[in-house]
Nanobody
Framework: QVQLVESGGGSVQAGGSLRLSCAASGRTFSNYVMYWFRQAPGKEREFVAR????????NYADPVKDRFAISRDNAKNTVYLQMNSLKPEETAVYYCKAALELRGEIPYWGRGTQVTVSS
């Protein structure tokens, strides 16, 4: 079992920055690939960023490349999302997800943290 708790959301003006955190329970955190997704009102949940268990490989959705950075601290069982140059259209609930990336696996999700970007 893995429990995920996001934090760090809030309200910011366009062009501002926020740093999200996702704290994970469990003793095998480094085995899990970690993700950030977001879901805006009336829209489907979408992929934002991914980081491998060791932290050596990262992937980003095209809209956030060069502005967002995902990182992890396996000693603290925490994954981060640094978000810079935020845009109003990025207002959403941001979720973290943990997965071993095995066939048929059911991943773990947090409950999300709200990010509101005003123009």
């Amino acid at each position: 079992q893995v429990q995920l708790v996001e934090s760090g959301g809030g309200s910011v003006q366009a062009g501002g920055s926020l740093r999200l955190s996702c704290a994970a329970s469990g003793r095998t955190f480094s085995n899990y690939v970690m993700y950030w997704f977001r879901q805006a009102p009336g829209k489907e949940r979408e992929f934002v960023a991914r980081i491998s268990g060791s932290g050596g490989i990262t992937n980003y959705a095209d809209p956030v490349k060069d502005r967002f950075a995902i990182s992890r601290d396996n000693a603290k069982n925490t994954v981060y999302l640094q978000m810079n140059s935020l845009k109003p259209e990025e207002t959403a609930v941001y979720y973290c997800k943990a997965a071993l990336e095995l066939r048929g696996e059911i991943p773990y999700w947090g409950r999300g943290t709200q990010v509101t970007v005003s123009s």
